[in-house]
């Protein structure tokens, strides 16, 4: 008699494989991802499995404190509306990240296994498609979202960048190949893992995802520095993450001061700076500029979106080679949001919702990374490069991505072949 083929641990193969692959070309797949994932392993570990007793540590606790604290911004925000339309979506993929999260640590050996080979797989078919797209000026996202050359090579309108569409989707390859050297490491082959890495930080250097090659050449550091004591690296990295979210307005302070701007903007600072990063520093002043105002309790949740001057537009110009002021960037005083979750935190919820925010990431590092082992110290070094530098504290995709990576690492670190 042969073997069913769909058998749950066939099924978790091939959603983790889908996955991975996936979000190559749609990062914000990854929210319904997650709750599939997580619905797959209510399924597999049983209804019975979701005790609430898991849901009561640091992650849990610290993250329901941010949501409730949130969710009393309404009071004093200027937009209440939006508060409250954010709030409960926030909050039920938060809730869907930790139950996830919880049975992918307690997961049988069997479908531990299997999200380990889906996952190896995934990271091999995604890095191949990566290359491709390099090689192919983004064929296949030009193709899905139906842009022609003359969309693309508009000067009127910009453009379309392509590099833009590929950035996020790498970022969250670099949080998975941690849990896919925890397997490999863990089966003593180091050739293919290697090269998995050099093929994700080539690709970083093609698409100049900055963020993404700082993160990956800090994830190995770091994972090296584990390696030799792992319970040091572990905490130390637990203090820094409370003081760089609780401190993080006087951290930033010497690189926003006019004089040190003045000269970013016309480019003689002792070090290159990028374009993106001298946005990043006029962004980060006028934000923190803000969280001077209302330090304690902050603006309200999501005022990245609407607080005074956030919709004005600065203009900063550079001498180029015939000494003339030719534009560099042009951009809002605060787009979106400040691409660094900590500045965010303390505009919208003040000195509480930083200390809360601080608390928790301690709490969840200091108790969480040791047993996770040294490749995990490479996927938080990772996820709070990406949150100070990069992506927005609310962006749904980005939330289900660290929660989609931090339960893969747990489950194949902790049920190693």
Sequence with gaps: MTDPIFTKENWLRALTFATVVICVFSSKAAVPLLLLFGLSLVWCAGVQSIQLALLRGPAAIGLAALVFWALASAVWSAAPGTVLKTIWPLALLIGAGLVTLSLASRLEKAHADAIAAGLIAGMAVALCLVVFEAATYNWIGRQLRGLTWPEIINFETGGQSLTGFIKAPIAILCLLIWPVMVRWFAEKNR????????????????????????????????????????????????????????AMPLLVRPITSSDFLAAADSGETSFPIPVSGVSRLHIWQFVSEKVSERPWI???????????????????????AEGQ???????????????????????????IGALIAGLTAFAVIWRGAEPAGTFSLGLIGGILIFDLLSFGAWQNWWIASQFISVAYMAAVSRNPS
């Design 298 to 320: 902050g603006w309200g949740l999501k005022a990245s979106r609407y607080v005074e001057g956030a919709d004005l537009k600065y203009t900063v110009t550079r001498k180029n």
């Design 325 to 351: 002021d030719a534009i560099l960037y042009k951009d809002f005083n605060l787009p979106l949001h400040p691409h660094n979750q900590a500045l965010q935190i303390w505009l919208e919820l003040g000195l």
């Design 191 to 246: 050739l293919i893992p290697v090269a998995i890495y050099l093929v994700l930080i080539a690709a970083a250097i093609w698409f100049e995802a900055t963020t993404s090659m700082l993160v990956l050449i800090a994830g190995v550091v770091l994972a090296s520095l584990g390696h030799l004591n792992l319970r040091v690296v572990a905490r130390t990295m637990a203090v820094a993450a409370l003081v760089l979210i609780v």
